[in-house]
């Protein structure tokens, strides 16, 4: 059975990303690294954002 933490993992990173991207922040080689992995464990997963004005 899976843990409720690992099945928000996805979830989890997809809302960071939007973040992140919403904002337009800066992710340093190790974070873009981590993103990218989490990005490849959640084929399915989706970043949905809007542009901040």
């Known amino acids: 059975m899976a843990r409720p933490a690992a099945d928000y993992r996805c979830q989890y990173a997809a809302e960071w990303t939007a973040t992140k991207l919403r904002w337009d922040l800066a992710a340093d080689e190790a974070e873009h690294e981590a993103l990218l992995g989490l990005a490849a ?13």
């Not at 464990?41 to 004005?53: D, G, I, K, L, R």
């Open 41 to 53: 464990e959640c084929p399915t997963t989706t970043a949905v954002y809007e542009t901040a004005s």
